[in-house]
């Protein structure tokens, strides 16, 4: 299914915010305007707080952390865009910004538009010159560094530019840095980029590179890490959706790491997937240190056990054991942070009188985590608390008190990057089933509650709805209800109108005499012939089954690995836990 950004709740936080935020993004706005104010007073401060806060709510969405946000020239040329008085133009810039690759620990496969570097990564491949040595190959191109270079490929590869060694002819640089951006770790990098945004850690590269012979099972390394990190279970009930509680019971076991990428992807609108972030207006991308903190709580529970020969999970130990538990927890934990966030830019946002833009207020990670603090009782960063704590519950009735909670602590006061705001009731917040299978997604009110009424048009176009139509209703407000058609009008004509050529037949007589001579050359050839469909069908036996002499049949990749999905292929003789690696 293709990922589209306008189904997930996220999208509608960017509502005013520039690319695919609605017109009202041309609306002035009510923000404050720094440059009116005196710097260093009581208000100033206020608003300057809540502008930072913002900036580096809508940087945390990309991928970095706040002390990253605020090294950045990027994050600075904002905050003092705020400070001559452009908050508006403040926000927007930081919407649209492109957090650094290396920052987010995706360097080798991230384009300039991505925030890589030319002569990082795979790209440095292509940017070789004559004083380029071999170890810069390994150092500037994977990402190596000195001590992790392997002392016998760095011979070999220096061999090679030299002549030397009795491996052949020498190669040029740039035709051993051709061998390198082909060779079967970098088309692993490659996908750990592509799949999940991320720079291949060593261990995960050993593995894949070592787990498997390509000559022996005719899967090659990067095949096998795609079949077990793009495997996302089944769907069990048949609704068209693997919620989070079928993928944790489902035949094969889903990868962590999957797991935790796609809910911060579906609930807090961070793009992991490089094909799916084709389909976002704003650059977002997940924390990798957050995803494997998630990914240390499930595997804290000892993991999924598997069958070695199968690759299945063995039934009655991953679904009701602590795997389950700790990975459902994970789910829920993602889903009170989208909940928080999503109250936060209900109750704070730019909605006073007609020149509001709808631009809502993007929490930072810190004011997410004190909300959820707050109602745990504790540290809800400390996922084990957390989940024993029993305060986080999947319900919706508990997560619209939550929601309600948060959204009630702002919905009454004036956001401190605004000058004013409407004030608002319980009765405005539009709640949000974060934990049904297609909660993440939008529903009509949700879009009719949280847009404003000029964007609707904007935003009807983008959204996946069904079809409406002028007559009939139902209970659900979706499907309309069958009414009989009206009859269509008659055509203002009769009979004696069509047949204005009465007197002309519609009768072709043949007077070439091609008829009579046809008939007789059939029947001249039915007596003198065999009957040539027997001949036809006789040929067409002699020819099934057989094939070109001396080439042999090759069976398709999928045919020779079967319908096994996820761990099977991986081509380990012992599989225990699930490898996420």
């Known amino acids: 299914m293709t990922y589209n950004w306008y189904d997930t709740r996220a999208s509608t936080w960017?509502?005013?915010?520039?690319?695919?935020?609605?017109?009202s993004s041309g609306n002035a706005g009510s923000f404050v305007d720094l440059s009116t104010l005196t710097a260093g007073t009581a208000?100033?401060?206020?608003?300057?707080?809540?502008?930072?806060?913002?900036?580096v709510g809508l940087f945390e969405q990309k991928g970095i952390t706040a002390a990253q946000a605020k090294a950045s020239g990027d994050y600075q040329a904002l905050i003092d865009k705020a400070k001559a008085g452009d908050t508006k133009g403040a926000f927007q810039g930081a919407a649209a910004a492109v957090t650094s690759a290396e920052d987010r620990g995706d360097l080798w496969g991230a384009s300039a538009s991505e925030g890589g570097d030319a002569m990082k990564g795979k790209s440095f491949f292509d940017n070789v010159s004559d004083t380029t040595t071999i170890q810069d190959l390994y150092t500037q191109g994977f990402g190596d560094t000195v001590g992790e270079i392997d002392a016998e490929g760095l011979q070999y590869w220096e061999d090679r530019l030299a002549g030397t060694g009795g491996h052949g002819e020498a190669m040029s640089i740039e035709e051993i840095a051709a061998s390198f951006a082909a060779s079967d770790e970098a088309q692993l990098r490659d996908a750990y980029h592509s799949q999940y945004g991320r720079d291949a850690d060593a261990s995960g590269l050993d593995y894949w590179l070592e787990s498997n012979d390509e000559s022996a099972t005719g899967t090659s390394d990067v095949a096998n890490f795609l079949n077990a990190v793009t495997y996302k279970g089944e769907d069990q009930d048949g609704d068209g959706i693997v919620s989070a509680e079928e993928r944790l019971t489902s035949k094969y076991v889903v990868q962590d790491e999957t797991k935790v990428r796609d809910d911060l992807q579906n609930i807090m609108g961070q793009v992991s997937n490089e094909e799916n972030k084709k389909n976002n207006p704003f650059y977002t991308a997940a924390n990798n240190a957050d995803v494997q903190r998630y990914m240390d709580h499930i595997a804290a529970s000892g993991g999924d056990a598997i069958d070695a020969t199968t690759g299945e999970r063995i039934a009655g130990v991953g679904n009701q054991g602590a795997s389950y538990d700790n990975a459902l927890f994970t789910n829920t934990h993602i889903g009170y942070r989208g909940l928080t966030q999503d109250a936060l830019n209900q109750g704070d946002v730019d909605d006073f009188g007609d020149v509001a833009t709808g631009m809502g207020r993007f929490g930072t990670a810190a004011e997410q985590k004190a909300y959820m603090d707050a109602h745990m009782g504790g540290d809800s960063g400390d996922l084990a608390a957390a989940q024993a704590s029993g305060t986080f519950g999947r319900t919706t009735a508990d997560s619209k008190s939550y929601g309600q909670g948060v959204f009630s602590d702002v919905m009454d006061k004036t956001w401190g990057a605004l000058t004013d705001e409407k004030v608002k009731t319980l009765d405005d917040y539009v709640p949000w089933d974060v934990f049904k299978p297609d909660g993440h997604k939008l529903t009509r009110k949700d879009a009719g509650d949280l847009l404003m009424e000029q964007n609707h048009d904007f935003w009807k176009g983008k959204m996946s709805s069904k079809p409406e139509t002028p007559k009939g209703s139902s209970g659900d407000d979706w499907r309309p209800t069958p009414i009989t058609p009206d009859l269509p009008t008659p055509l203002p004509v009769d009979r004696k109108d069509i047949n204005y050529?009465?007197?002309?037949?519609?009768?072709?007589?043949?007077?070439?005499?091609?008829?009579?001579?046809?008939?007789?050359?059939?029947?001249?050839?039915?007596?003198?012939?065999?009957?040539?469909?027997?001949?036809?069908?006789?040929?067409?036996?002699?020819?099934?089954?057989t094939s070109a002499k001396g080439v042999k049949m090759k069976r398709s990749k999928a045919s020779r690995m079967g319908t096994i999905r996820g761990t099977k292929q991986l081509g380990r003789e012992q599989q225990t836990k699930s490898l996420n690696i």
């Open 14 to 23: 960017y509502e005013g915010y520039g690319p695919g935020g609605g017109p």
């Open 43 to 55: 208000d100033y401060n206020k608003a300057l707080d809540a502008i930072t806060n913002n900036i």
């Open 501 to 545: 050529m009465p007197n002309v037949s519609s009768d072709v007589q043949d007077t070439s005499g091609y008829g009579a001579v046809k008939t007789q050359f059939d029947q001249a050839v039915t007596a003198a012939a065999p009957d040539i469909r027997t001949a036809q069908g006789q040929a067409g036996q002699r020819f099934t089954g």
